[in-house]
C-alpha cells in the first residue's frame, strides 16, 4: 500500500479532513472582531489562505471555509487547526503567525466572507505605467550578457526578481516587481521578460538595456498566479495575457507595452453545472503551433482555448475536463498540454491541434507538476512526468499516440517512481540530460525537505539518489527550514539550479550541480538573495523546454 505522508500546500494549505471528523458543538458566543483586528485578519487570510480555498472560501485544493462550516467547528478548534495543522494535509502556522494572528483567523473565518472590490479597464488604465516607451528603447542588445543562458530568480519575500548570469554566476540586476513575486515567462524573441506578482502587478523588463530594467508596469488584478505571451508565429511579442485569482478574470495586453487591451470575465458554471462565483484563472500556456493561449480555470475545470488572431471578435473554445484546475506544461511534440486538476486527482490532456480533450488520466493523490518533465523511457517511449503533493510517486504518463510502437501507451500512467515523501512541487529534466530531478519542499520531514531526488533515466528501476541539497550549501544554521524548491536546467542542458528557500530573514542560496556527476559545481550566496523561488532560464522557458 502507497504510504501517505503528506497532503497538501503550505500556502493557506486545506483545512483538510477537519470537516470529514464532523461537527462539534458549536461556540455559545456570536463570534466578533473588532475592526482593526478584523481587517488584520482579512490580509492575513487573503495572504495567506486565499490561494487555496479562495477569497470567498468556497473551497478548491483546500477545503469550503464558509461560516456555516467554520460555526460548526468553533472557536478553540479552528485555532488548533490553524497552529498545528491537520493529518489531513493542512500545514502548521504556528510558526509564521502569533497567537493573536491565530485566534483572529480562527474568528474571521466564521463570519461571512469579504467581497474584494472588481478591477476593470479603468483601474488597469489607471495603473498602467510606461516608464521606457518602446522607441526611446535600444533596437539592439546593449549589453554583453550572454541573455539566452540568463534566469530569472524570483525573490519571493522581497517582492523582486533577480536576473542571474547564468555563464558566470553573477546577479546582473535586481528588479523590483510585485508582492509575494510568483512566475517569470519569456516572450518570443527571447528579449523581454513579464513577471507577475501575487498583488496582480505585472512588470516588463527589458534584456536589451545596459543594464536589464522595468520598462513597463500594469496592474492586472488585485490576486494573481499566471502570465504568458503570443509566441505563435507573426505575433511573436505582439500580445501579453495575465490571468488573476481576484477578480476572476483574464486580460490581454499589448506585448511591448503591457497596456491593457480587453478584459474576460471567468466567472460561469462548473463541469458539473452549477454557478461559481469566483472561478480563477490557473495557468496559462502560450501554443507555438496555432495563434491560441491555453488557460485553465480551477473551479469551473474549463480549459480555454483562446485564438488570439482577432482580439475585437474573440474566439475561444472551451474544453470541459476536470475541476481544480492548477499548473501543467506541453507534452515533448509541443501539440498536447498536460494540466493537473490537483484535488480531482486528475490530469487533464488536451489536444490543441483538434481542439479537444485527449484524456483523463487518473493519478496518485493531488498531481503538482509545475510545467512538468519529458523524456524518452527505455520502455515507454515518450512520457511527462508530474510529482505529487499527496503521495510519494512521481507519475510517468505516455504521450505519444501517433507512434505505432508506443501508442498503446499514450495517456496511460505507464510508470510510478517511489519517492522518498510526498510534499514534491517540481520535477525537471532537460534533452541533453539522462537525469530526473523531483524536490520535495512541502514534506515534513526536515531531511526530506532539505532533499533532493534523482533518477536515472537510463535505469528507472534503480532506487534514487538522494541528495541533501542543504547539506553542501555551507549556509549558518538557523531556525527556518532550507527548502529544497524548483530544478531548473541551465542553456545547454548540462547544470541543474536548485532553491534552498529559507526564512525571509536568514540566508537563502542557490546551489548549481553538474548534471552528469551530481556534483555541487557553485552555490551562489548574497544577502540579497532572499526567499529564492522559482527559477526562469532564458532559452529553456522561451523555448518550453523541460
Ligand atoms: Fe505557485 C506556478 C498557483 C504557491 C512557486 N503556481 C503556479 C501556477 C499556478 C500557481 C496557477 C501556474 C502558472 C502558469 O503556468 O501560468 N502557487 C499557486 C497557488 O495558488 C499556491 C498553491 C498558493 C498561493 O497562495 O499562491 C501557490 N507557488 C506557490 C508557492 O508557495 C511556491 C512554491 C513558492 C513561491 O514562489 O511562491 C510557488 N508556482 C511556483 C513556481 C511556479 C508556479 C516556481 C512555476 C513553475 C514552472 O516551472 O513554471
Not at 28 to 33: I, R, T
Not at 297 to 306: D, M, R
Request: proline letters at 6%; a negative charge; hydrophobic letters at 40%.
Amino acid at each position: 500500500m502507497r504510504k501517505l505522508t503528506l497532503g497538501m500546500s503550505v500556502l493557506g494549505a486545506a483545512l483538510g479532513a477537519v470537516l470529514l471528523m464532523g461537527p462539534t458543538i458549536a461556540t455559545a458566543q456570536e463570534p466578533s472582531l473588532a475592526a482593526e483586528a478584523r481587517e488584520h485578519a482579512k490580509d492575513l487570510y487573503f495572504q495567506r489562505c486565499a490561494g487555496c480555498h479562495g477569497v470567498l472560501r468556497k473551497g478548491a485544493t483546500g477545503k469550503n471555509l464558509e461560516p456555516e462550516n467554520m460555526l460548526k467547528l468553533g472557536q478553540p478548534r479552528l485555532e488548533r487547526i490553524i497552529a498545528l495543522g491537520t493529518d489531513g494535509g493542512m500545514v502548521n502556522f504556528d510558526d509564521i503567525l502569533t497567537e493573536q494572528e491565530i485566534s483572529d483567523l480562527a474568528t474571521y473565518i466564521q463570519l461571512p466572507p469579504d467581497t474584494p472590490p472588481e478591477w476593470g479597464m479603468q483601474d488597469m488604465m489607471a495603473s498602467w505605467k510606461l516608464l521606457v516607451p518602446v522607441e526611446d528603447r535600444p533596437t539592439q542588445q546593449m549589453n554583453s550578457i550572454n541573455l539566452q543562458n540568463v534566469f530569472s530568480v524570483t525573490l519571493r519575500d522581497a517582492g523582486e526578481v533577480a536576473l542571474i548570469d547564468g555563464d558566470t554566476k553573477e546577479i546582473i540586476s535586481r528588479v523590483k516587481t510585485g508582492y509575494a513575486v510568483h512566475i517569470s515567462r519569456l516572450s518570443a524573441s527571447g528579449r523581454y521578460v513579464y513577471v507577475i506578482g501575487r498583488d496582480g502587478l505585472l512588470s516588463l523588463i527589458d534584456l536589451w538595456m545596459e543594464e536589464p530594467a522595468v520598462v513597463a508596469e500594469m496592474k492586472s488584478g488585485l490576486d494573481a498566479r499566471s502570465v504568458d505571451t503570443s509566441k505563435f508565429q507573426g505575433f511573436e511579442d505582439t500580445y501579453a495575457i495575465a490571468g488573476s485569482y481576484w477578480p476572476p478574470q483574464y486580460v490581454i495586453m499589448e506585448g511591448d507595452t503591457l497596456k491593457p487591451l480587453k478584459i474576460v470575465s471567468t466567472r460561469g458554471i462548473t463541469v458539473d453545472g452549477e454557478y461559481h462565483p469566483e472561478p480563477r484563472v490557473a495557468s496559462i500556456v502560450s501554443s507555438q503551433i496555432k495563434p491560441e493561449w491555453v488557460v485553465s480555470i480551477k473551479e469551473t475545470g474549463q480549459i480555454l482555448l483562446v485564438d488570439y488572431s482577432d482580439i475585437e471578435n474573440l474566439k475561444t473554445t472551451t474544453i470541459e475536463s476536470a475541476k481544480f484546475l492548477h499548473d501543467g506544461g506541453w507534452d515533448a511534440s509541443k501539440r498536447y498540454f498536460l494540466v493537473a486538476a490537483n484535488a480531482s486527482n486528475k490530469i487533464a490532456v488536451v489536444d490543441t491541434q483538434e481542439g479537444k480533450l485527449a484524456a483523463l488520466v487518473d493519478t496518485a493523490r493531488i498531481p503538482h507538476p509545475g510545467r512538468g518533465a519529458n523524456f524518452v523511457h527505455p520502455e515507454y517511449g515518450p512520457v511527462w512526468a508530474t510529482g505529487h503533493l499527496g503521495d510519494d510517486v512521481v507519475t510517468l504518463i505516455g504521450t505519444a499516440p501517433e507512434d505505432p510502437k508506443y501508442a498503446d501507451n499514450a495517456w496511460k500512467v505507464v510508470q510510478e517512481l517511489q519517492m522518498p515523501g510526498a510534499g514534491n512541487l517540481f520535477v525537471k529534466t532537460h534533452p541533453k540530460s539522462r537525469n530526473l530531478w523531483a524536490d520535495m519542499p512541502q514534506n515534513p520531514e526536515k531531511d526530506l525537505a532539505e532533499s533532493i531526488a534523482v533518477y536515472d533515466l537510463n535505469d528507472l528501476t534503480k532506487e534514487p539518489e538522494i541528495i541533501h541539497v542543504a547539506a553542501l550549501a555551507d549556509l549558518p544554521e538557523g531556525s527556518a527550514i532550507k527548502r529544497v524548491v524548483h530544478p531548473e536546467f541551465n542553456e545547454n542542458g548540462d547544470e541543474v539550479w536548485i532553491s534552498l528557500w529559507a526564512g525571509k530573514v536568514e540566508p537563502s542560496a542557490i546551489v548549481v550541480f553538474d548534471d552528469a556527476t551530481r556534483t555541487v559545481k557553485a552555490v551562489i550566496k548574497d544577502p540579497n538573495l532572499i526567499t529564492p523561488t522559482g527559477k526562469f532560464n532564458v532559452h529553456n522557458t522561451q523555448h518550453d523546454i523541460y
